[in-house]
């Protein structure tokens, strides 16, 4: 298996849901796992994939178009999107937990994928962190909680523990279990 590389634009397609995905090279599944992620300019960055069908392993030239995006702050002030800004948020609320380099990855892939396929040119501050935080939620309770805070602009305990029991009461309807006490236990 040599290393395949190619551009990106050639191989994305869009799904119904706008969905971004990776053809593999060879035997053109669109499900391939990145092994590795590394920036190769302001807009784009070089993966290694591997085909999760036929296991071949190939790299991309990605360019994210919604790095164009403007930022509305809370303020009203504009700025350019950045994905190491996110990326930044994401890392320290995971901080100390089990979440890997590669998911925050993911996440931030995820986010920056249903925003380039809404086709917005501004994006309020507020949306971006929902988006981060409704996937964070299913990843780790504690980044999610942590991330929450600052998103959401914590002003008091008060809010910081409504937002537990949120996340408390949404459990035990799920599962009935009750997970979250031992954040509130380990703190
Ligand atoms: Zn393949």
Redesign the pocket.
């Known amino acids: 298996m040599g290393t395949y590389e190619f551009l990106l634009e050639a191989q994305l397609a869009r799904t119904s849901k706008g969905a971004l995905f990776m053809f ?1 090279p ?4 669109k499900d391939s796992r990145v092994l590795e992620s590394r920036l190769t300019g302001e807009n784009s960055v070089r993966r290694r994939r591997e ?1 999760e ?4 392993r190939f790299t991309t030239y990605e360019r994210v178009e919604v790095m164009q995006m403007l930022i509305v702050k809370r303020s009203g002030s504009r700025e350019p999107y950045t994905r190491e800004k996110l990326e930044a948020g994401v890392r320290r609320a995971c901080a100390k937990t089990m979440v890997t380099a590669e998911q925050i990855d993911d996440l931030v892939d995820s986010v920056e994928n249903e925003l380039a396929s809404a086709g917005k040119k501004e994006v309020p501050s507020t949306l971006l962190g929902e988006l981060a935080l409704k996937r964070l939620r299913s990843l780790d309770e504690v980044a999610y909680v942590r991330f929450a805070s600052v998103y959401r602009q914590f002003r008091s305990i008060e809010d910081f523990v409504s937002e537990l029991n949120t996340l408390k009461d949404t459990h035990a309807l799920l599962s009935g279990r009750d997970t979250v006490s031992s954040i509130t236990q380990d703190d």
């Open positions: 593999c060879f035997c053109n599944k085909c069908v036929c296991g071949k």
